[in-house]
């Protein structure tokens, strides 16, 4: 069975564009959760998807969205991108909301 | 309260001996606890996971300890290998308050196990 798979793997913005990621979770999973890894503040939950509907959304700026399709795939987008936003963005797949979330090898964003 | 705090930062173990991580929790409301294994260039991996209801998980040579009195849980490593050597990140959610996915980490410990 196929992971989780993120596009593109690799990206560099400049500052003030807006970029947009995208995760294609294990087959049959409904549940897609979105992280921000940078080396000061470590892993922070951005917000998570199922069945098209976000269920939890973590302590980001309105910048940061995301939505997810009726196959599950998501995406999720960065508005008016800054310095800071440089990291590596994960997702992760779940079967449901009550199973264990396994994790894509991210899209490492760099902002200039 | 939504913090979960690692310890410690960096740890160095011969070949062959154990490893141990430790996390400490202060949200009550946590009832899931995973541990994630993480190398260069990769995403997290899931590793072991333990519910509040055991004290203890055991999967090959790793073992999760888990004491819901003192909120403390930790990843025990036996006959630690070369190949073991990554960053390894405890966690945890609530699945009883619908927030099973929102995976509070903690900082990480970078492993390194000497041949």
Same mark, same amino acid.
């Given at each position: 069975?196929?992971?989780?798979?993120?596009?593109?793997?690799?990206?560099?913005?400049?500052?003030?564009?807006?970029?947009?990621?995208?995760?294609?979770?294990?087959?049959?999973?409904?549940?897609?959760?979105?992280?921000?890894?940078?080396?000061?503040?470590?892993?922070?939950?951005?917000?998570?998807?199922?069945?098209?509907?976000?269920?939890?959304?973590?302590?980001?700026?309105?910048?940061?969205?995301?939505?997810?399709?009726?196959?599950?795939?998501?995406?999720?987008?960065?508005?008016?991108?800054?310095?800071?936003?440089?990291?590596?963005?994960?997702?992760?797949?779940?079967?449901?909301?009550?199973?264990?979330?396994?994790?894509?090898?991210?899209?490492?964003?760099?902002?200039? | +309260? *939504?913090?979960?705090?690692?310890? &410690?930062?960096? /740890? #160095?173990?011969?070949?062959?001996?154990? %490893?141990?991580?430790?996390?400490?929790?202060?949200?009550?409301?946590?009832?899931?606890?995973?541990?994630? +294994? *993480?190398?260069?260039?990769?995403? &997290?991996?899931? /590793? #072991?996971?333990?519910?509040?209801?055991? %004290?203890?998980?055991?999967?090959?040579?790793?073992?999760?300890?888990?004491?819901?009195?003192?909120?403390?849980?930790?990843?025990?490593?036996?006959?630690?290998?070369?190949?073991?050597?990554?960053?390894?990140?405890?966690?945890?959610?609530?699945?009883?308050?619908?927030?099973?996915?929102?995976?509070?980490?903690?900082?990480?410990?970078?492993?390194?196990?000497?041949?």
């Amino acid at each position: 069975k196929a992971g989780v798979t993120q596009t593109p793997r690799y990206l560099i913005k400049t500052r003030g564009q807006q970029v947009t990621l995208s995760c294609s979770p294990i087959s049959g999973h409904r549940s897609v959760s979105w992280y921000q890894q940078t080396p000061g503040q470590g892993l922070q939950f951005l917000f998570e998807y199922f069945s098209e509907t976000q269920r939890n959304k973590g302590n980001f700026p309105g910048r940061f969205s995301g939505r997810q399709f009726s196959n599950s795939r998501s995406e999720m987008n960065v508005s008016t991108l800054e310095l800071g936003d440089s990291a590596l963005y994960l997702c992760a797949s779940s079967l449901s909301t009550r199973t264990a979330a396994f994790f894509g090898q991210g899209t490492r964003l760099t902002v200039v | +309260q *939504q913090q979960v705090k690692q310890s &410690p930062q960096s /740890l #160095i173990v011969q070949k062959g001996g154990i %490893s141990i991580i430790n996390c400490a929790y202060e949200n009550t409301a946590f009832d899931y606890f995973p541990w994630y +294994q *993480q190398f260069p260039g990769k995403g &997290p991996a899931l /590793l #072991i996971a333990i519910r509040p209801d055991v %004290s203890e998980k055991k999967e090959g040579r790793f073992t999760i300890s888990f004491n819901k009195s003192a909120k403390q849980f930790s990843l025990h490593i036996m006959d630690s290998q070369p190949g073991d050597s990554a960053t390894y990140f405890c966690a945890a959610s609530s699945m009883s308050s619908g927030s099973a996915r929102q995976l509070t980490f903690g900082s990480g410990t970078q492993l390194t196990v000497l041949p």
